[in-house]
RNA sequence: GGUGGGAUAGUCAAGUGGCCAACGACGGCAGACUGUAAAUCUGCUCCCUAUGGGUUCAGAGGUUCGACUCCUCUUCCCACCA
């Protein structure tokens, strides 16, 4: 049991410090019914949660099962200092009604994951507010410039050029200070982490907190290019709020290398299943596709339900296999005779006008299934569905 | 505070007076192909009813027939020195 626990804990994650206190902790757990503390950071900037973010989640949730309470810790007051990413973008300073608006949606999203009544929401800006600027400096202190400098990230931004605030250099001591306050058993963080994390264990030792954290660091999960890590801003990620049918899509444009990398990061399925399914992919006896058609579903399921699941991979045939039109499609309409290139602008699925002339020229634009090669149609009345590559679909009511 | 270097399209990055709507790379979009929105190959990639017109190279002025390119000031970034 405590083995079969253990195991469980140390799917798919990337490195453990002091593995021993995880096994002591469990131990207790299974022998007295004990129960400790897990904690993980979590930013309020970023209201939309992807299935990187889903990664340490459901590792969470693992810890939930073997008796693991979760601090789910809401970064409010570190997101008001935060990393400035590069350039000369100044940070907006989040307001009051944004951030408790963010992690709402959030929570919400979470809870599809976690279980809520092991779950403790805690904000940092509690303790870290009332810590002022004398507490501050203090915890300034137990930090040196040439160790900061260490830093993977600083060194390379420095190297690069790229600007540093120095408001940067506080940003771990404030995470670490958080699990000093919480006098956390456990912190989960991605491998990105592991400076910030390790500084929780520095400053509950200094703050004199009698233990110091165990670390677990999950990898960062690749997005769709199956390169870059999964995020929002490169645009490669799956939302845990993506609509069924997109979210169907997009784990199955996912490379078959990459699809394994997934199923030990995402799927609840056994490792032993995953070997099996493996094994039978490379003897031929079960296509990849079916495999990965089987992911999609499993993930759409989790996020939604599993009628709507069954739906989209219906619908994903419908357009891609048999390259139909899908079954519900945005409506427009217009009063008078329009030319085809506004149309398509007026519609949603070109950007421009010059856009527009351009597909129209590659063949890229069909209207009731026909490709057409006209830069200067006009439509007139009537009904038209309007298709430009094999994504982007409209239709349009000329009255 | 001083000295020097820099800011170019979504990103990186060429371009040192007209040949510049601006090389290239990445990204993005599309076409072909495929089990796929993968891979690969090909084309496109500022806007505008367009063999033409308009607006761009941090910002504001100036020199010039003509400026991304030269001059002045401003803003921001980087390095070295203090």
Not at 146 to 158: H, I, P, V
Request: charged residues 30%; glycine residues 6%.
């Amino acid at each position: 049991m405590l083995q079969e626990a253990l195991r469980e804990i140390n799917r798919g994650s990337a490195e453990i410090i002091d593995n021993e206190r995880i096994e002591k902790l469990l131990k207790a757990y299974f022998e007295e019914g004990k129960t400790y503390t897990v904690k993980a950071g979590f930013d309020p900037t970023a209201p939309d949660l992807h299935l990187g973010h889903t990664v340490l989640l459901q590792k969470l949730a693992t810890f939930q099962k073997y008796g693991g309470r979760v601090q789910f810790l809401i970064g409010d007051f570190t997101a008001s200092i935060g990393d400035p990413t590069g350039k000369n973008i100044t940070r907006k300073i989040l307001s009051k009604e944004d951030i408790k608006k963010n992690i709402s949606s959030y929570t919400t999203q979470a809870f599809k994951i976690l279980d809520e009544s092991k779950t403790d929401i805690v904000y940092n800006n509690d303790w870290l507010a009332p810590l002022g600027s004398i507490g501050m400096l203090e915890l300034a202190s137990n930090l040196t410039v040439a160790r900061m400098l260490e830093r993977d990230d600083f060194s390379k931004r420095y190297a690069a050029q790229t600007p540093i605030a120095l408001s940067e250099f506080m940003y771990p001591l404030l995470q670490g200070y958080d699990s000093v306050h919480l006098k956390s058993d456990i912190e989960l963080g991605g491998t990105d982490q592991k400076f910030n994390l390790l500084m929780g264990r520095q400053l509950q030792k200094a703050y004199d907190v009698k233990k110091q954290q165990a670390v677990l660091m999950m990898p960062i999960l690749e997005g769709l290019d199956g390169i870059q890590k999964m995020s929002k801003s490169l645009n490669n990620y799956i939302g845990v709020t993506d609509e069924p049918n997109d979210m169907f899509g997009k784990v199955l444009s996912i490379s078959d290398e990459l699809m394994w990398r997934f199923y030990e990061l995402l799927s609840t399925k056994s490792l032993e299943e995953i070997a099996k399914i493996k094994s039978a992919v490379e003897d031929g006896s079960l296509h990849p596709k079916k495999v990965k058609e089987d992911l999609a579903i499993e993930i759409t399921c989790r996020f939604h339900n599993e009628e709507l699941a069954n739906n989209a991979k219906v619908e994903f045939d419908k357009i891609h296999a048999k390259s139909q039109i899908p079954t519900e499609i945005d409506e427009f309409s217009c009063d008078s005779e329009i030319w085809i290139a506004q149309a398509l602008v007026d519609c949603n699925i070109e950007p421009s006008t010059s856009q527009a002339r351009r597909d129209i020229k590659q063949g890229a634009v069909k209207i009731d299934q026909e490709k057409i090669s006209d830069i200067q149609l006009q439509l007139s009345a009537g009904e038209y569905i309007l298709q430009v590559g094999k994504r982007k679909f409209a239709k349009l009511k000329v009255n």
